[in-house]
């Protein structure tokens, strides 16, 4: 093999898939990561958006309770 040849092993599991190289593991791990810290960006909005709904439906219920008083 000459220098200037970049060969890779490439090595297969025994139902055909070959095996992932460092650098191909690392990318993933990193797409997962992002894929996780955009899932949780998400549920944390939606939490804030859910308290924000139950606020507003807490206080119209105790406005109508107070107005239906009088």
Known sequence: ?????EE???IYRPHGDR???F?????QRQ???QRAEQA???LEALR???QEKIAIALNN?????QSHDH
């Not at 093999?1 to 040849?5: A, F, L």
């Not at 650098?23 to 990318?27: G, I, P, T, V």
């Open 61 to 65: 219920r105790f406005t109508n309770s």
């Open 8 to 10: 890779e092993l490439q």
């Open 40 to 42: 949780q960006a998400q």
């Open 48 to 50: 804030t958006l859910l």
């Open 31 to 33: 797409q997962e990561t």
């Open 23 to 27: 650098l191909e593991l690392d990318q």
């Open 19 to 21: 095996f992932l190289t």
């Open 1 to 5: 093999m000459s220098p200037s040849t």
